[in-house]
């Protein structure tokens, strides 16, 4: 199996994707979904429609990532000890 090096623009070009997606997006209806997770979230309901709802209106994995985060932290695996 032989190593290739990245192409050294792929991290500028998906940047670049990502930041004209976000000026592009409606910034109320990524706030919106974002909101409706983290309201399903802490209710305990079903998080996949807010979720939906959160990629219909452009919002970023990390953006939904972290309000899961806020609600339920981070896992971490038992270190046995």
């Known amino acids: ?3 290739h090096e ?3 623009l792929t991290r500028q070009r998906q940047a670049d994707c990502l ?4 000026r592009e997006r409606d910034p ?5 979904g974002l909101a409706e997770l ?3 979230a802490l209710d305990e309901e079903n998080l996949m429609p807010p979720l939906i709802q959160a990629v219909k209106a452009y919002a970023t994995l990390g953006e939904m990532v972290q309000v899961l ?3 339920y932290g981070t ?3 038992p270190t046995g000890i």
Not at 28 to 32: E, I, P
């Open 75 to 77: 896992y971490r695996a």
């Open 38 to 40: 983290k309201k399903a």
């Open 19 to 22: 930041n004209q997606v976000k």
């Open 28 to 32: 109320q209806k990524v706030s919106a």
């Open 6 to 8: 990245p192409d050294p």
């Open 1 to 3: 199996m032989t190593f």
């Open 69 to 71: 985060k806020e609600i």
